[in-house]
């Protein structure tokens, strides 16, 4: 039912580009309640809150940027941690800190699969402003993945993504486009960030590095796949996105698709004939259990534009800022 259900609307929304008539009443008691998917306005906070989301609802491809953005602050010498809101988990008290072998049905796929990619501290909470107020004093900066719309959220700079080719879909909001949020509250966004191409804003776009096999602890990279006998699999939003970095290898494959932020489980590969399985590494983190397959998780990097790094010069300026003040407290 909720497979048929996103299909159906992300067709709506993308492809057919047409609302249908009985959408229209839902979007508009959406826009009563959310007031328009208000985002708050930017201020300066004593450690610098960056706000990474978007307007559309799944899958735009915020969390491989807070992953990116998060390892070059590292590499700069910042102490940073990601504010993590988890999706389809049973709900808990206060804050959960990450480690590498925690339970994503607990504590959510995406921030699980951050702690595999970066040596952030990664936050798991649903009062992502109460858990930065206990925490802010630890860090130097602070990454939150997704919570735009957030507005007990207090923030120092907000990031909007944007695909580039779905762009806004149908430009309505829930439930008869795609948008959480009106197009009117960008103004309160402090840079756009494009995942695709852009020859003026800041963008990026995803490689696949290689693959490992996903009981590889090391995750030792191969390069050369097996021309047949290939099922990639996925429980994604949009795994279209996937597809298309496939192309350098010049593989056939057939092709199986979950909803997004799909359980998996064992009976998912019954009757499944092919030897090779390609997951994701959002999918990886979910399939704890033996599968008596070869399953190959797909290692991407992301590729950032020069727009995209001016923009990391700024984060990287509001850390140095921050670092200063404490300096010159201290002093005094």
């Known amino acids: 039912m909720r497979a048929s259900l996103e299909l159906f609307l992300n067709r709506n929304w993308y492809q057919d580009q047409k609302v249908p008539l009985w959408l229209r009443p839902l979007e508009w008691i959406y826009s009563l309640v959310s007031q328009q998917g208000r985002i708050p306005n930017a201020t300066q906070q004593s450690t610098p809150v960056i706000v990474i989301g978007n307007l559309n609802v799944g899958g735009m491809g915020k969390t491989?940027?807070?992953?990116?953005?998060?390892?070059?602050?590292?590499?700069?010498?910042?102490?940073?941690?990601?504010?993590?809101?988890?999706?389809?988990?049973?709900?808990?008290?206060?804050?959960?800190?990450?480690?590498?072998?925690?339970?994503?049905?607990?504590?959510?796929?995406?921030?699980?699969?951050?702690?595999?990619?970066?040596?952030?501290?990664?936050?798991?909470?649903?009062?992502?402003?109460?858990?930065?107020?206990?925490?802010?004093?630890?860090?130097?900066?602070?990454?939150?993945?997704?919570?735009?719309?957030?507005?007990?959220?207090?923030?120092?700079?907000?990031?909007?993504?944007?695909?580039?080719?779905?762009?806004?879909?149908?430009?309505?909001?829930?439930?008869?486009?795609?948008?959480?949020?009106?197009?009117?509250?960008?103004?309160?966004?402090?840079?756009?960030?494009?995942?695709?191409?852009?020859?003026?804003?800041?963008?990026?776009?995803?490689?696949?590095?290689?693959?490992?096999?996903?009981?590889?602890?090391?995750?030792?990279?191969?390069?050369?796949?097996?021309?047949?006998?290939i099922r990639v699999m996925t429980g994604i939003a949009h795994p279209d996105k996937l597809y298309q970095s496939l192309k350098p290898y010049n593989i056939q494959y057939e092709k199986t698709q979950f909803v997004d932020h799909h359980r998996w489980s064992q009976k998912d590969f019954y009757h499944i004939d092919e030897d090779t399985i390609i997951v994701s590494e959002k999918d990886a983190v979910k399939i704890n259990f033996p599968v008596d397959k070869t399953i190959l998780v797909a290692k991407t990097q992301l590729i950032m534009n020069t727009f995209l790094l001016e923009l990391f010069n700024h984060l990287h300026r509001l850390y140095l800022d921050r670092k200063e003040r404490s300096s010159e407290a201290n002093t005094h």
């Open 64 to 229: 491989p940027l807070v992953v990116a953005l998060a390892n070059k602050l590292l590499l700069q010498g910042a102490s940073v941690a990601i504010i993590s809101k988890p999706y389809r988990v049973r709900k808990f008290h206060g804050y959960h800190l990450l480690s590498l072998n925690d339970d994503s049905s607990l504590y959510g796929d995406e921030a699980c699969m951050m702690r595999k990619q970066t040596n952030a501290s990664i936050y798991v909470t649903f009062n992502r402003q109460r858990t930065i107020e206990q925490i802010s004093s630890l860090y130097d900066l602070i990454l939150v993945d997704d919570g735009l719309q957030d507005i007990h959220l207090k923030r120092s700079f907000n990031i909007c993504v944007v695909d580039a080719n779905k762009q806004f879909g149908t430009g309505h909001l829930l439930p008869a486009g795609p948008l959480r949020s009106s197009k009117y509250w960008m103004k309160h966004v402090d840079s756009i960030c494009v995942r695709g191409q852009s020859n003026n804003l800041p963008a990026y776009h995803l490689e696949i590095q290689g693959f490992f096999e996903l009981t590889d602890v090391n995750q030792h990279l191969i390069h050369d796949l097996p021309k047949k006998s």
